[in-house]
């Protein structure tokens, strides 16, 4: 049993591939040499209104290259009897997708044909980022869209209540260090969480320990005063940072204060090497930010099963 199982890993592992060579921050100069400033431009608009919508854009890349790879099966609506990945119990809180659907509008009337939703997607959670002052960088292009998305997929994605192990093999699956997963999970600096998110660390934590002792007594208090042991108020829930519109490094300074809320978030700090990356970009936004662009670039490039170009993004030809 044991070794069927690390057959099957392996297998997955060695199945994840990574397009970064077939990729290129070129690919649109000619078909498209405005791509990069239309998708810019229905971001900004989209941020003028809505406030949420960097952290909901850098969500929306995250859970889609996590299933399937980087391929906008995230943007598929559900039809018939097939329930898309959007409508998955971890994708149900996900929105702004009209920001992908107006860029994509506006990319048709300038390039019909041309531009994928999978690159849309990614582009967006670049100016997502450094629309809220965190660092830009060249996105490489051209991936294809995907035809299949299954919300039964969504329960691939990492889950707020994992630990390290199960962090660790997450990741890994899907070509991505341990030095990866420290620095991606900084982009929680952008965003709210709903109270189900880490409700299991303030109520019934333990049959011990009512909370988890890890957290800081005050904090765990103001998150018990937003979420009761009884909440009904459907959107509450917290910042997931001090500074939730501003990308900075505030999320691993309040990491490291006991002021973290997803058990994922705290499980950084329970191995030494993890644990020594949080303190280096607590004290380092430079640093941070210069790990940050590798990694989003390295995830991004997660090869997707797509071999086409969606003229709509929420459905196949």
């Not at 997708?97 to 967006?124: R, T, W």
Request: glycine share 6%; aromatic share 6%.
């Amino acid at each position: 049993m044991n070794i069927k199982f690390l057959i099957l890993i392996l297998t997955v592992i060695l199945a994840v591939s990574f397009d970064t060579e077939a990729l290129s921050p070129h690919y649109y100069d000619h078909t498209c040499p405005n791509a990069d400033q239309i998708v810019t431009n229905a971001v900004k608009k989209a941020m003028e209104n809505d406030k949420t919508v960097p952290a909901a854009l850098l969500r929306m890349h995250f859970h889609d290259c996590f299933v399937r790879g980087c391929d906008a099966s995230v943007l598929l609506d559900s039809k018939g009897k097939n329930k898309a990945e959007k409508d998955g119990p971890p994708n149900i809180s996900l929105h702004a997708f009209y920001v992908i659907d107006n860029a994509k509008k506006a990319l048709e009337e300038q390039c019909p044909g041309v531009v994928s939703c999978a690159d849309i997607v990614s582009l967006a959670a670049r100016d997502a980022v450094a629309l809220s002052g965190g660092p830009t960088w060249e996105v490489p292009k051209g991936r294809k869209d995907g035809r299949v998305s299954k919300a039964i997929e969504t329960r691939q994605l990492p889950a707020p209540t994992f630990n390290i192990s199960q962090l660790r093999q997450s990741f890994g699956q899907r070509g991505l260090s341990m030095h990866d997963l420290v620095v991606l999970s900084g982009g929680h600096t952008l965003g709210f969480a709903h109270c189900s998110s880490f409700q299991n660390r303030i109520q019934n934590f333990s049959t011990k320990k009512q909370v988890d002792p890890t957290l800081n007594p005050s904090f765990a208090a103001s998150l018990k005063g937003i979420c009761p042991a009884h909440n009904k108020a459907k959107n509450a829930g917290a910042t997931m940072d001090a500074s939730t519109t501003a990308f900075d490094n505030m999320y691993y300074k309040m990491l490291m204060q006991g002021q973290s809320l997803f058990s994922s978030d705290q499980a950084l700090l329970t191995t030494h090497s993890t644990k020594k990356l949080v303190a280096k970009y607590a004290s380092s936004m430079e640093e941070y930010e210069r790990a940050f662009v590798k990694s989003m670039i390295k995830m991004s490039s997660i090869s997707g099963n797509g071999n086409e170009v969606r003229l709509n993004c929420r459905r196949v030809r």
